[in-house]
């Protein structure tokens, strides 16, 4: 089994800055990738970031130039740097890996969510 565990969360005034960490343990032969999604209230939940085994990164238009992906080095935390917080970003944060087996089969872990919440 993995676990997934994401920290970092809380409270922020418009225009500051947190840092999300999400990390993976068990048993992992490989990680294809690690996504940030985030979920607002009455809102589905979507992607904001990912980062590959490549260490390419793609983002949501709605926090491009904002927030940065980004590890160590590949069974490390991933973080998700998050500057110039908006009043829009305020949604539980939730970290997805995708874990690939001996097999090349993928199965994706969830973690259990941080709440951020950017308000004045």
């Known amino acids: 089994q993995v676990q997934v565990v994401e920290s970092g969360g809380g409270s922020v005034q418009p225009g500051g800055s947190l840092r999300l960490s999400c990390a993976a343990s068990?048993?992992?032969?490989?990680?294809?990738?690690v996504g940030w999604y985030r979920q607002a209230p009455g809102k589905e939940r979507e992607l904001v970031a990912v980062i590959d085994s490549a260490d390419g990164t793609d983002y949501a238009d709605s926090v491009k130039g904002r927030f940065t992906i980004s590890r160590d080095n590949p069974r490390g935390p991933v973080y998700l740097q998050m500057n110039s917080l908006k009043p829009e970003d305020t949604a539980v944060y939730y970290c997805?890996?995708?874990?690939?087996?001996?097999?090349?089969?993928?199965?994706?872990?969830w973690g259990q969510g941080t709440q951020v919440t950017v308000s004045s």
């Open positions: 068990g048993t992992i032969f490989d990680i294809s990738t």
């Open positions: 997805s890996v995708r874990v690939r087996d001996s097999s090349s089969r993928c199965v994706d872990y």
